[in-house]
């Protein structure tokens, strides 16, 4: 594929350039003395990163529900943002017209719970020597390589970096760079994903782990593509309180609290199954410490897989829910 090999100081050099127009921005990674943070650039790079080695949510999150007119945006994120960007694009949560989406090749993170006692630096030094470092949703993660997108900064066997196009958009951020196009290598540092292990499903030991649940829905709350404004979980219905609460403990009997919990997550389970990307962002926000990327994954890859779907893979895959074709399950396996 042919691209650009970029040379020292040229990408940010490059990003300045876009900056520099009126209503243009970048949202990428700022950079401290200890971590790296999602941030939204306007001007000019102020401690840029072009990785961020530590999780703490999902940058999709941050854009869910643009519809700014006449800003310009270019993303610079992990494939897991860009690919859940694919999906809020496909669910009319953004509006994609005005925004370049770039994804990095990705080595893992680790957690934002434990980036106290990882520096930054070392722990992206870690990571790029041993990937089984990261998270347990890095380590297992379908697509770690920049290839979703409008464009992608790719990382060959030599350690040099190549800006690659992907589309139009992807073309056009190209011509930021300063260089000329010449054909990228083949062998990339990061290659496509392995063969994963077999995830969770077995429902004792689902009770057993989601039994900690406090109901806090934080989960719910940073996951990028749970989107509803208007949550089922959020009346009467599904989780009773005050008057309606008692009136069902009156009729039912005795019941537990919290109430409701495992309907909650096997009711959210189902409704990001097709636009699930894996990134973990729900398991990193909840307080009680559950395993929740081993269930979520793996129920929403085995759902994906039986559609031939990988959800931000690109825009024009339909999302398997969104459209219908006749006997498109006759060969499907449970």
Not at 162 to 176: I, R
Not at 193 to 199: H, L, N
Request: negative net charge; aromatic residues 10%; charged residues 25%.
């Amino acid at each position: 594929m042919q691209g650009k090999k970029i040379k020292n100081g040229a990408l940010e050099s490059a990003l300045n350039t876009f900056l520099a127009e009126k209503e243009y921005l970048v949202m990428g990674f700022e950079k401290d003395a200890s971590n790296v943070y999602h941030r939204v650039f306007k001007d000019s790079l102020d401690n840029y990163a072009l990785m961020s080695p530590v999780f703490a949510t999902n940058g999709a999150l941050y854009l869910r529900r643009l519809f700014a007119k006449g800003a310009q945006i270019i993303l610079m994120l992990r494939p897991c943002e860009i690919r859940s960007y694919v999906e809020l694009v496909k669910l009319t949560q953004i509006e994609p017209e005005n925004i370049i989406a770039v994804s990095v090749d990705c080595f893992g993170t680790v957690s934002s719970k434990t980036e106290g006692d990882i520096p930054a630096g070392e722990a992206l030094k870690g990571l790029t020597k041993d990937a089984e470092k990261a998270r347990w949703a890095c380590a297992n993660c379908r697509e770690r390589r920049g290839v979703v997108g409008d464009a992608g900064i790719r990382i060959d066997a030599n350690g040099d970096y190549w800006a690659l196009p992907y589309t139009d958009k992807g073309q056009a951020f190209l011509s930021l760079l300063e260089g000329e196009t010449s054909e990228a290598p083949a062998q990339m540092a990061i290659g496509p994903a392995e063969p994963r292990p077999a995830f969770q499903i077995d429902m004792k030991e689902f009770t057993k782990d989601f039994s900690k649940c406090i109901m806090c829905m934080n989960c719910r709350d940073m996951c990028p593509v749970c989107y509803c404004v208007d949550c089922v979980f959020n009346g009467d219905e599904y989780l009773p309180k005050g008057d309606a609460l008692f009136n069902k403990v009156f009729r039912a009997g005795s019941t537990g609290m919290p109430r409701g919990k495992e309907l909650f997550h096997l009711i959210r389970m189902y409704h990001v199954s097709q636009t699930c990307v894996g990134c973990g962002a729900c398991e990193e926000a909840c307080p009680q410490g559950i395993p929740l990327t081993k269930y979520f994954k793996g129920v929403s890859e085995r759902l994906q897989g039986m559609f031939s779907y990988m959800s931000g893979r690109s825009k024009d895959e339909i999302i398997p829910y969104l459209t219908f074709i006749e006997e498109e399950l006759k060969d499907a396996e449970d």
